[in-house]
């Protein structure tokens, strides 16, 4: 029972504490502007970047495990008889939507 009431005075001490301490945040002027007018700034530099950098380095990512993945499943073939398709089928098909992506993905976003 001491244990449980010393628990339950630090609890509610810690309570005190936070509700003592802590100070409310206002937003001075026009927030949604400011957002808005950052975002307006940034969205030309991160399309750059994504076309640039993202999208090279997951179509490298991609191809080499495409490739691989082929690779064994050739390997897998000459052991057992029958080429499992699935592996490089779903690889090649993130592959192509990688690969095609930049033309179409800044048109759905809306930049």
Request: proline fraction near 3%; hydrophobic fraction near 55%; glycine fraction near 8%.
């Amino acid at each position: 029972m001491k244990k449980y009431k010393k628990l339950l005075s630090t609890c509610t001490l810690a309570l005190l504490l936070v509700g003592l301490l802590s100070t409310t945040a206002l937003a001075a002027g026009d927030v949604a502007g400011a957002v808005d007018q950052a975002w307006d700034g940034a969205s030309s530099q991160i399309k750059t970047v994504v076309n640039n950098v993202v999208f090279p380095a997951l179509d490298m990512i991609l191809a080499i495990a495409f490739f691989g993945k082929l690779g064994m499943a050739y390997f897998d073939y000459r052991k057992h008889g029958q080429f499992e398709w699935t592996g490089p089928a779903i690889l090649f098909a993130c592959l192509i939507f990688t690969l095609t992506a930049p033309t179409y993905i800044w048109n759905i976003i809306g930049i």
